[in-house]
Nanobody, 122 residues
């Protein structure tokens, strides 16, 4: 059974940093693309970053240069390092898998975690 569990969210001031974790169980994540998405109240779910099975990343323009996605295969976990956070980064962040492509489109992913809240505010 595929399971994804996100953690690491919280309240941070603008300009601060957070590291989100996506721990996988029931499958070996290094064979799959893993995506990070976010959804703010009243907005559509949007892709933030993706890492392919070959380790190559893909980022939304809004987070390029600030966010980094990386994988620790030994821990079966994917991370999203978020630096220089802005109030507009506030959202529930989800990780997802079951995709054959490293995509920023939520429709390409079939399995989702429960999400973790990130709030950027002074």
């Amino acid at each position: 059974q595929v399971q994804l569990v996100e953690s690491g969210g919280g309240l941070v001031q603008p300009g601060g940093s957070l590291r989100l974790s996506c721990a996988a169980s029931g499958f070996t994540l290094d064979y799959y693309a893993i995506g990070w998405f976010r959804q703010a109240p009243g907005k559509e779910r949007e892709g933030v970053a993706c890492i392919g099975s070959d380790g190559s990343p893909n980022y939304a323009n809004s987070v390029k240069g600030r966010f980094t996605i990386f994988r620790d295969n030994a821990k079966n976990t994917v991370y999203l390092q978020m630096n220089s956070l802005k109030p507009e980064d506030t959202a529930v962040y989800y990780c997802a898998t079951d995709s054959s492509v490293c995509s920023l489109f939520y429709g390409d992913f079939a399995s989702w975690g429960q999400g973790t809240q990130v709030t950027v505010s002074s």
